[in-house]
């Protein structure tokens, strides 16, 4: 009995450890927010907010179109995650029950596209864009991070969908279901776990778009809050305190997000690793 509350406390300090080792980051974010410049660059950071510097704070923020860059960020991740996980849920059955000539340079070429760095392609990506009339545009942006986001969500999928054994289908396709509908009423809801891992993936690429924006975007009214955080930076002096209250802001609804499907990550990555 005493070694077993022993090992209990010693299980609650160490959760209460990494609690304090995820949460300090942004526990300071928000203590660097509520701390003026002459403060931060002064007397040195504060280690306890302080809550009557949060009228400036606010002051500051409603200066700049913060909501609408929160806007912006948002339509690139849910295009980029919803583009991600139809694409990747079609490519990824083809590749796991499909056999057909090139297979195999199919899934090389998709793997491949992971160790070609965002910056190699900005030129050509850009004069693509000018020709498509892209530029200037989330729609293009979305596009952008598909191409990215789309190889790694079609070889979750496909791990997942290798592991969904072929009796179910041939069970729904004798009941006359047609192959579309095996794919979306028979093979997507047993691989939930894997669906929510790529939807993660595919959401904080978009989510956390920069490069892109900052090269194609002209018009500040569709600046991501990634870029808008970036323009706070001048040349003689830089609004600490806004700048952290604007990534506050930016990082409550991915960690929000985050919190709500973590359990599902684990699962949806490992989903297809051992077959039993």
Same mark, same amino acid.
């Given at each position: 009995?005493?070694?077993? !509350? @022993?090992?209990?406390?010693?299980?609650?300090?160490?959760?209460?450890?990494? =609690?304090?080792? !995820?949460?300090? %980051?942004?526990?300071?974010? &928000?203590?660097? &927010?509520?701390?003026?410049?002459?403060?931060?660059? +002064?007397?040195?950071?504060?280690?306890?907010?302080?809550?009557?510097?949060?009228?400036?704070?606010?002051?500051?923020?409603?200066?700049? %179109?913060?909501?609408?860059?929160? !806007?912006?960020?948002?339509?690139?991740?849910?295009?980029?995650?919803? $583009?991600?996980?139809?694409?990747?849920?079609?490519?990824?059955?083809?590749?796991?029950?499909?056999? *057909?000539? +090139?297979?195999?340079?199919?899934?090389?070429?998709?793997?491949?596209?992971?160790?070609? %760095?965002?910056?190699?392609?900005?030129?050509? @990506?850009?004069?693509?864009?000018?020709?498509?009339? $892209?530029?200037?545009? @989330?729609?293009?942006?979305?596009?952008?991070?598909?191409?990215?986001?789309?190889?790694? &969500?079609?070889?979750?999928?496909?791990?997942?969908?290798? !592991?969904?054994?072929?009796?179910?289908?041939?069970?729904?396709?004798?009941?006359?279901?047609?192959?579309?509908?095996?794919?979306? $009423? =028979? =093979?997507?809801?047993?691989?939930?776990?894997?669906?929510?891992?790529?939807?993660?993936?595919? *959401? *904080?690429? +978009?989510?956390?778009?920069?490069?892109?924006?900052?090269?194609?975007?002209?018009?500040?009214? @569709?600046?991501?809050?990634?870029?808008? $955080?970036?323009? *706070?930076?001048?040349?003689?002096?830089?609004?600490?305190?806004?700048?952290?209250?604007?990534?506050?802001?930016?990082?409550?609804?991915?960690?929000?997000?985050?919190?709500?499907?973590?359990?599902?990550?684990?699962?949806?990555?490992?989903?297809?690793?051992?077959?039993?």
């Amino acid at each position: 009995m005493r070694g077993r !509350a @022993l090992r209990g406390v010693l299980r609650a300090l160490l959760i209460l450890l990494l =609690v304090i080792f !995820a949460g300090f %980051p942004v526990y300071w974010m &928000a203590t660097t &927010a509520l701390s003026s410049n002459a403060e931060l660059y +002064g007397s040195g950071q504060m280690f306890w907010p302080r809550p009557d510097n949060l009228p400036a704070l606010l002051g500051e923020l409603a200066s700049v %179109p913060i909501l609408g860059w929160l !806007a912006n960020t948002a339509v690139i991740a849910a295009g980029t995650t919803v $583009l991600s996980i139809v694409l990747g849920a079609v490519g990824g059955y083809a590749l796991s029950r499909f056999r *057909f000539r +090139g297979r195999g340079l199919v899934g090389f070429l998709l793997f491949m596209t992971q160790v070609v %760095p965002e910056a190699l392609i900005l030129v050509p @990506l850009y004069a693509m864009f000018i020709t498509m009339g $892209l530029l200037n545009s @989330l729609t293009g942006l979305v596009l952008a991070n598909v191409a990215f986001s789309l190889p790694v &969500a079609t070889f979750i999928l496909k791990g997942a969908m290798d !592991a969904v054994p072929h009796e179910i289908e041939e069970a729904a396709t004798v009941d006359g279901c047609p192959r579309l509908g095996i794919l979306t $009423l =028979v =093979v997507l809801p047993l691989i939930a776990p894997s669906l929510a891992a790529a939807a993660v993936i595919a *959401f *904080f690429a +978009g989510w956390n778009e920069y490069l892109f924006a900052a090269t194609f975007l002209r018009d500040r009214g @569709l600046w991501p809050t990634s870029v808008g $955080l970036a323009s *706070f930076i001048g040349q003689y002096e830089t609004p600490m305190s806004a700048v952290m209250g604007s990534a506050f802001v930016f990082s409550i609804p991915a960690l929000v997000f985050f919190l709500l499907i973590q359990r599902k990550i684990v699962a949806g990555l490992t989903a297809g690793a051992v077959k039993g």
